[in-house]
């Protein structure tokens, strides 16, 4: 009994944790993984100077996104910061790379990606005007003046800590696929960051060592071993989801720091709530361009959504 309760207990702690991430907008979960960095070194560096990305707003208008598309550029491009966001260091960064950009030269033919099935749309469309609706009277105005609040680089100092803690979940996830070298990059990689990166403040293993992130979870995990995905769902203030994503992010917290180091209820939400606000910091511009250029934004964020998991689940 006093196990049962315990675990009652536990389960309750990570709803409390996702409810205290309202102000977290569906669009952002529509991308979502467990570890994405800021930008990749080539986005920041060799695609600043090639155009302004129109191209790839019109694309973003028919709804459209290149099928040959990699998860880890949807990582670049989505988490890109804009440049009215740091106009000092990056004065010409821009917000999308172009679509000629995104895809690859060197990538496989291309393949046909399972249209989402999404039998509930009605109630779907109705909970993501819902979500939509908190978000901009809540968390954009949130997000806002903790972006005008928080310089940017420490913005991504937090999200490099926040990202580092999340070692657990990776590493679990890599070895339930039976992949040595990705648990070896996410042990190593927490290692070096963890001591040299002062606790994962700086990505030392990336930058010193080029140690790239493995992005798992375990959503993945269920994906590498045919679990279907279900029908796609819009959940309440949790966005885009479906039910193999579900069951995969509910395992994710039994595996969070927090969980296993029986953090109080007070610390955990409140860890939750700035990693949330402090990602939704660097999107919010992104959002904008996203909404103004789409015909359909419920169509845009679900076709992304799934293309993005695809993507991530077959890499």
């Not at 937090?158 to 992949?179: A, E, F, H, Y």
């Amino acid at each position: 009994m006093v196990l049962f309760i315990k675990m009652f207990g536990r389960l309750m702690l990570g709803v409390g944790i996702f409810i205290q991430i309202t102000f977290h907008p569906q669009w952002i979960s529509a991308a979502s993984a467990i570890c994405r960095p800021i930008a990749y070194n080539y986005c920041m560096e060799d695609h600043l100077d090639k155009s302004e990305g129109k191209d790839f707003s019109r694309n973003l208008e028919g709804n459209h996104f290149s099928e040959n598309t990699s998860a880890k550029v949807f990582e670049s491009n989505i988490l890109e910061d804009t440049s009215r966001d740091q106009p000092d260091r990056v004065p010409n960064q821009r917000t999308f790379l172009t679509y000629k950009e995104l895809e690859d030269p060197f990538g496989a033919i291309e393949e046909d990606i399972p249209e989402p099935w999404d039998p509930f749309e009605s109630h779907n469309r109705f909970m993501f005007n819902l979500n939509n609706a908190l978000y901009d009277y809540f968390g954009k105005h949130v997000a806002k003046g903790y972006r005008f609040t928080v310089p940017y680089d420490a913005r991504v100092m937090i999200k490099n800590i926040l990202t580092n803690g999340t070692m657990p979940v990776r590493l679990l996830s890599s070895l339930l696929q039976g992949d040595l070298g990705k648990s070896g990059r996410v042990i190593s990689r927490f290692l070096i960051n963890s001591t040299v990166g002062l606790g994962g403040m700086f990505d030392v293993a990336d930058n010193e060592f080029d140690i790239k992130p493995a992005n798992e979870n375990m959503t993945q995990t269920l994906g590498f071993y045919d679990v279907p995905s279900g029908p796609y769902l819009v959940l309440p203030i949790l966005g885009p989801s479906s039910v193999r994503n579900l069951i995969g992010r509910t395992a994710d917290i039994f595996v969070s720091p927090t969980f296993l180091l029986s953090a109080p209820f007070a610390v955990s939400s409140g860890i939750a709530a700035v990693k949330k606000t402090n990602e939704t910091s660097f999107l919010i511009d992104i959002h904008e361009d996203l909404r103004e250029h789409s015909i359909d934004e419920y169509i845009s964020v679900r076709d992304l959504y799934q293309q993005y998991h695809y993507f991530l689940i077959n890499e």
